[in-house]
């Protein structure tokens, strides 16, 4: 036999103990919440060719002058439908 039990089975070995995450000697930390738009794009014509998705690399953001939350306008549907009859 090797390393099986009268079951057959192999032996299950215990998962090694995790320590559990502390709290920073400063204290607990909050989440804070900002709006972000994405950063401006060169048009072709600025750059005298055509930008290919190479170029651009990965999509940049910056915080928006804006942070007040988006609400839905009264009497709007939201992203349900038109808010027409039949809906």
Do not use: Y
Request: glycine letters at 18%; aromatic letters at 2%.
């Amino acid at each position: 036999m090797h390393g099986r039990g009268a079951g057959g089975a192999a032996k299950r070995v215990p998962a090694p103990v995790r320590c559990h995450p502390t709290l920073p000697g400063s204290g607990p930390v909050h989440e804070t919440r900002h709006r972000r738009e994405p950063d401006e794009v060169p048009r072709a014509e600025e750059t005298g060719r055509r930008l290919t998705p190479h170029d651009l690399g990965s999509a940049g953001s910056r915080r928006s002058e804006e942070q007040t939350r988006p609400r839905w306008k009264p009497g709007s549907s939201g992203s349900f439908g038109s808010g027409g009859p039949g809906s």
